[in-house]
């Protein structure tokens, strides 16, 4: 069954950047979608960003700006690169596919905590 392994997170002060790895086990080449989820405390997981096969990008409006996605297909990673991070980004964040018809099961995900 594909895994998937978030790391990267830790803790960082308000203005900070981190870059989260996402490792699957499995090829990524032929998933069109993948994208960050981060799920904060008290709230619903949400799609921070995602990336096609092709380098196509989105990102929800909270983040746009300061966060960028990238993909390599060779190496079946996806990364996420935060920039002035702020307080209201302390969240679990975790990977996935951004396709409901193909989502793995989902992992430990990474702790990102932003300290003002």
């Known amino acids: 069954q594909v895994q998937l392994e978030e790391s990267g997170g830790g803790l960082v002060q308000a203005g900070g950047s981190l870059r989260l790895s996402c490792a699957v086990s499995?090829?990524?080449?032929?998933?069109?979608?993948m994208g960050w989820y981060r799920q904060a405390p008290g709230k619903q997981r949400e799609l921070v960003a995602s990336?096609?096969?092709?380098?196509?990008?989105r990102y929800a409006d909270s983040v746009k700006g300061r966060f960028t996605i990238s993909r390599d297909n060779a190496r079946n990673t996806v990364y996420l690169q935060m920039n002035s991070l702020k307080p209201e980004d302390t969240a679990v964040y975790y990977c996935?596919?951004?396709?409901?018809?193909?989502?793995?099961?989902w992992g430990q995900g990474t702790q990102v905590t932003v300290s003002s």
């Open positions: 499995g090829s990524i080449f032929s998933i069109n979608a």
């Open positions: 996935n596919t951004d396709m409901f018809n193909l989502r793995f099961r």
């Open positions: 990336i096609t096969s092709g380098g196509r990008t």
